[in-house]
Structure formats: structure tokens, C-alpha cells
């Protein structure tokens, strides 16, 4: 098996076992070795992300297989009747909260690759009673949707974990209409992090060893195509968060945790498809 496709089954195993585990009332952690959380003891990339009107009126399945790092869909601009595509929707808890943002007349696609995953998230769907909701069971390299057939791309502490984020952006481009919007959340690293943590597999899966360096990030953006990129700091993680992400791993916490003080953020992540691509476009004249 290829180190691609064993970073794949790894993060399968793992966020099936988390659906699992919202099933059974317990909450996961994100990040280190991904255990089940202590009672009352918070994660400290995945907790205080959702205001309390958000998820009041969301089946309580959903908000505890929230795994995200942000929220993408409260700082995207989500207008009424647009079709949403959710890369990695997990228990659903971005896909509900857009579906009520699009209306009736919009749509709303989650995109996973965990059957539990999605069969948590089709059961939070029938709970909430929201009809414009579709799970599609695929993975965020090869998108399920042809091309220009959505309007905006939401992910939550998703892309980060892909071992082909060229292939990832390329797919996202894609399928966005002329003028479609990129806005998704994802962990980023600022400035070089040690070896240690980008050769563990165990982070790979717990979204920190994955994630791109800030300039990394912004001119893989552009090489697909994309323009008018940035990435908005959300949440630094300090020493004190990295301790806590790392336990278990086997890591030397009194070397690292210093190292990568301040390293790590939570960036909401933003660019635009033009409104006429090469890509979108096919005629002999346009592309002379």
C-alpha cells in the first residue's frame, strides 16, 4: 500500500470511529491520538467554534462529530438559491447550517468519504427535517459533480489532511461556477515546523503534520488557478495548545511544544474563480 493511500485508511478508521462515538454520546478529540475526551475538558482547536443560536435547532449527533477548525459557514457570504459544496461534511453540521443560508431554492452537497460519517450525517439530515441537502459518498481528490456546478466551496480542517492539495484545489476549481468563491477553513503553518511532526503519520490523521505553510498554500491557490487569495488567522495555538494536541504521540512535548508556539493557526482560507477562465473556456476565438 502506498503512503497515500495509507494516510487514507488512517484518516478513514479514525472519523469513522469518531462518528461512532457521537452516536454513543462522547465527544472526540481532533487532534494527538484522537482519544475521547475527558468530561469537560475541551479541544483546543475544535471547541468554541459555533454560537449557541447555530446549533440550538441542530441534532446534538452533528455538533459532537464536529471535528473542524473554524467556521467556515459564519464568515462566508452564503446567498439564497446558491448550490454549496461541503469537502469533507463529516456529521453534516456545515451542510445543515448552509442549507438554511441557500433556502428552498438553493442546494446544498456534503462530500465524505466514511460510510459511518455519512450515514450520521443522512440520519442528522432526517432529524433537522432539511430537504436541500445531499451527502455524496466520494473523496475530496476526485469530486462526484461536473464542472462549473457550484457557486461556493466550504471545508472545515479538511484540505489539510489530503496528501494531494494540488489535486485537491484543482478538483475544487473545477467544479466552481465562472466567479465562484473558495472559503474554507483549515489549519496553517507559519514559517518551518520540526521534521518530527511532518514525518508522523499519527498527525497526519490528527490535522496538524498535513497542514501547508501559509505562502505554501496562497501560490498553490494560484497555481490552480484561483485569484484574489488570502488566508484570515482565526485561532493561534500556543505552546499550552500544542502539549495537548501532541499527547500521546510518543513526541518529546519539552522540545516541540516550544518550537511550534504560535506556529500553527486556524486560517479561513478565501479565492475566487474569474469570471472567465482558461479553463472554462473551449471556443477557437476565446482561446486564441
Same mark, same amino acid.
Given at each position: 500500500?502506498?503512503?497515500?493511500?495509507?494516510?487514507?485508511?488512517?484518516? =478513514?478508521?479514525?472519523?469513522?470511529?469518531?462518528?461512532?462515538?457521537?452516536?454513543?454520546?462522547?465527544?472526540?478529540?481532533?487532534?494527538?491520538?484522537?482519544?475521547?475526551?475527558?468530561?469537560?475538558?475541551?479541544? #483546543?482547536?475544535?471547541?468554541? !467554534?459555533?454560537?449557541? %443560536?447555530?446549533?440550538?435547532?441542530?441534532?446534538?449527533?452533528?455538533?459532537?462529530?464536529?471535528?473542524?477548525?473554524?467556521? #467556515?459557514?459564519?464568515?462566508?457570504?452564503?446567498?439564497?438559491?446558491?448550490?454549496?459544496?461541503?469537502?469533507?461534511?463529516?456529521?453534516?453540521? %456545515?451542510? !445543515?447550517?448552509?442549507?438554511?443560508?441557500?433556502?428552498?431554492?438553493? =442546494?446544498?452537497?456534503?462530500?465524505?468519504?466514511?460510510?459511518?460519517?455519512?450515514?450520521?450525517?443522512?440520519?442528522?439530515?432526517? *432529524?433537522?427535517?432539511?430537504?436541500?441537502?445531499?451527502?455524496?459518498?466520494?473523496?475530496?481528490?476526485?469530486?462526484?459533480?461536473? %464542472?462549473?456546478?457550484?457557486?461556493?466551496?466550504?471545508?472545515?480542517?479538511?484540505?489539510?489532511?489530503?496528501?494531494?492539495?494540488?489535486?485537491?484545489?484543482?478538483?475544487?476549481?473545477?467544479?466552481? *461556477?465562472?466567479?465562484?468563491?473558495?472559503?474554507?477553513? %483549515?489549519?496553517?503553518?507559519?514559517?518551518?515546523? #520540526?521534521?518530527?511532526?511532518?514525518?508522523?503519520?499519527?498527525?497526519?490523521?490528527?490535522?496538524?503534520?498535513?497542514?501547508?505553510?501559509?505562502?505554501?498554500?496562497?501560490? =498553490?491557490?494560484?497555481?490552480?488557478?484561483?485569484?484574489?487569495?488570502?488566508?484570515?488567522?482565526?485561532?493561534?495555538?500556543?505552546?499550552?495548545?500544542?502539549?495537548?494536541?501532541?499527547?500521546?504521540?510518543?513526541?518529546?512535548?519539552?522540545?516541540?511544544?516550544?518550537?511550534?508556539?504560535? =506556529?500553527?493557526?486556524?486560517?479561513?482560507?478565501?479565492?475566487? *474563480?474569474?469570471?472567465?477562465?482558461?479553463?472554462?473556456?473551449?471556443?477557437?476565438?476565446?482561446?486564441?
Amino acid at each position: 500500500m502506498s503512503k497515500d493511500q495509507t494516510l487514507k485508511e488512517e484518516i =478513514k478508521t479514525r472519523y469513522g470511529q469518531a462518528a461512532l462515538q457521537a452516536q454513543r454520546q462522547e465527544r472526540r478529540s481532533c487532534c494527538g491520538t484522537g482519544t475521547v475526551l475527558e468530561a469537560g475538558k475541551l479541544d #483546543p482547536i475544535t471547541s468554541g !467554534l459555533y454560537a449557541d %443560536d447555530e446549533t440550538s435547532t441542530l441534532p446534538d449527533d452533528a455538533v459532537r462529530a464536529s471535528l473542524g477548525c473554524g467556521n #467556515p459557514t459564519a464568515l462566508a457570504q452564503i446567498a439564497p438559491g446558491e448550490t454549496v459544496l461541503d469537502l469533507g461534511s463529516g456529521g453534516g453540521i %456545515d451542510v !445543515l447550517l448552509s442549507a438554511r443560508r441557500v433556502g428552498p431554492t438553493g =442546494k446544498v452537497y456534503g462530500l465524505d468519504m466514511t460510510d459511518e460519517m455519512l450515514e450520521l450525517a443522512r440520519a442528522n439530515q432526517a *432529524k433537522a427535517g432539511i430537504t436541500n441537502v445531499e451527502f455524496l459518498k466520494g473523496d475530496i481528490e476526485h469530486i462526484p459533480l461536473p %464542472d462549473n456546478s457550484v457557486d461556493l466551496i466550504i471545508s472545515n480542517c479538511v484540505i489539510n489532511l489530503s496528501p494531494d492539495k494540488d489535486l485537491v484545489l484543482a478538483e475544487a476549481f473545477r467544479v466552481l *461556477k465562472s466567479g465562484g468563491r473558495l472559503a474554507v477553513s %483549515d489549519i496553517v503553518v507559519r514559517g518551518e515546523i #520540526p521534521e518530527d511532526i511532518q514525518r508522523s503519520i499519527e498527525l497526519w490523521a490528527g490535522c496538524v503534520a498535513g497542514a501547508l505553510e501559509e505562502k505554501e498554500y496562497l501560490v =498553490k491557490l494560484e497555481r490552480a488557478g484561483f485569484e484574489r487569495a488570502s488566508i484570515q488567522s482565526t485561532r493561534v495555538y500556543t505552546a499550552a495548545d500544542a502539549r495537548e494536541l501532541f499527547e500521546g504521540t510518543g513526541i518529546d512535548l519539552d522540545t516541540i511544544a516550544p518550537a511550534v508556539d504560535g =506556529k500553527f493557526i486556524s486560517g479561513f482560507v478565501r479565492a475566487v *474563480k474569474p469570471e472567465t477562465s482558461p479553463a472554462a473556456c473551449c471556443s477557437a476565438t476565446c482561446c486564441a
